[in-house]
């Protein structure tokens, strides 16, 4: 029938795979299976960790607090806060020990 269809064609806005018939979340009006809400910064699964949106985005509580509501300058690679500006490089930020040679492990002169 129409509606089993229907139910059928239901799609992780995550995914975008059939949602089926097992469990499933609402999040921000869109429907997503459990292991698809992920942080919109770390993208690792929010799970049962606390959460926080911010301008219709879900964000792990400890990810919304550091780096979004009151952003603080982190190295892309190790995430720790950098004193000085750092090296603004491949449009992410760095610190001096990550941005590195990859196959050397040298600083770039």
């Known amino acids: 029938t129409a509606a089993v ?3 059928c ?6 995914c975008q ?7 499933t979340c609402s999040v921000l009006g869109a429907q997503y ?5 992920v942080c919109g910064l770390c993208k690792k699964p929010i799970g049962t960790a606390e959460c926080q949106v911010v301008s219709d ?13 009151r952003p603080v300058n982190t190295c892309c690679a ?3 806060e950098i004193d000085d500006e750092g090296i603004v490089a ?3 930020t760095w610190c001096a020990s990550c941005f ?10």
Do not use: M, N
């Open 78 to 80: 190790c995430q720790r």
């Open 100 to 109: 590195v040679c990859h196959q050397c492990g040298g600083p770039f002169e």
């Open 17 to 23: 795979q059939p949602l089926g018939d097992g469990a």
């Open 33 to 37: 299976h459990p292991e698809c809400v």
């Open 9 to 14: 064609l239901r799609l992780c806005t995550g």
């Open 90 to 92: 491949l449009q992410q």
């Open 5 to 7: 269809q229907q139910h």
């Open 57 to 69: 985005v879900l964000y792990h509580a400890h990810c919304a607090e550091r780096f979004v509501l």
